[in-house]
């Protein structure tokens, strides 16, 4: 099992109220969009168009996002994350994973973070794929580390969480000093508790 521990410091200590450290399932982050396009000529009138646009499985609601999107999006976060998801598992879930091998590898014995787990609350298109997602991290189902801001990004077709998420959390597990896997190809928040900034 592959575990993050992530210990706040500063204003997150006190906004967490995690003075004992937070130790989070280390889960893979993806992400993901698409588009499809038809370039024949058409008779569809606009309000027409716009029905298309909000009804049925391809639906893009206020977010900028399909329901299977979002769907998609929340379980990237939720296998991430959950303290029962292997170190393979949480690979297969984030962006550039032979990025984080080492790291997610390594911790993979601990099993301090069974408990761990990730509610997503909002998300939102940012960029063709990419969406921002606000999420908590819980133990025990109470949360320790509320209201991140993270990203999800798509490649090869699936969402996934993006290597910058996964770098502001190792950030402030490190006392907000990019680890080597983060420091040298970017991807960390600027200072420990703010949100990263995607990296691709």
Do not use: H
Not at 87 to 93: F, I, S
């Amino acid at each position: 099992m592959s575990i993050l521990c992530i210990r706040p410091r500063g204003n997150a200590v006190r906004s967490a109220g995690a003075a004992v450290g937070l130790c989070a399932a280390v889960a893979l982050m993806l992400a993901g969009c698409g588009s499809s396009g038809d370039s024949g000529a058409t008779t569809t009138s606009p309000s027409t168009a716009t029905v298309q646009q909000t009804t049925g499985a391809g639906a893009v609601d206020a977010s900028g996002l399909t329901q299977q999107e979002q769907s998609d999006i929340t379980s990237a976060y939720e296998t991430f994350f959950s303290g029962k998801s292997d170190a393979q598992t949480k690979l297969g879930v984030i962006e550039d994973p032979d990025r984080f091998a080492k790291t997610i590898n390594a911790q993979s014995s601990s099993g301090l973070a069974e408990s761990t787990s990730v509610t997503v609350s909002e998300m939102s298109l940012v960029s063709p794929g990419r969406a921002s997602v606000v999420y908590t991290i819980l133990m025990d189902e109470k949360p320790v580390l509320p209201d991140q801001t993270g990203y999800a990004v798509k490649v090869d077709g699936k969402w996934k969480v993006s290597a910058s998420s996964f770098c502001g959390l190792l950030t402030l597990e490190n006392g907000g000093t990019p680890p080597a896997e983060c420091g040298a190809r970017g991807g960390a928040s600027a200072e420990a508790g703010t949100p990263a900034t995607p990296t691709s």
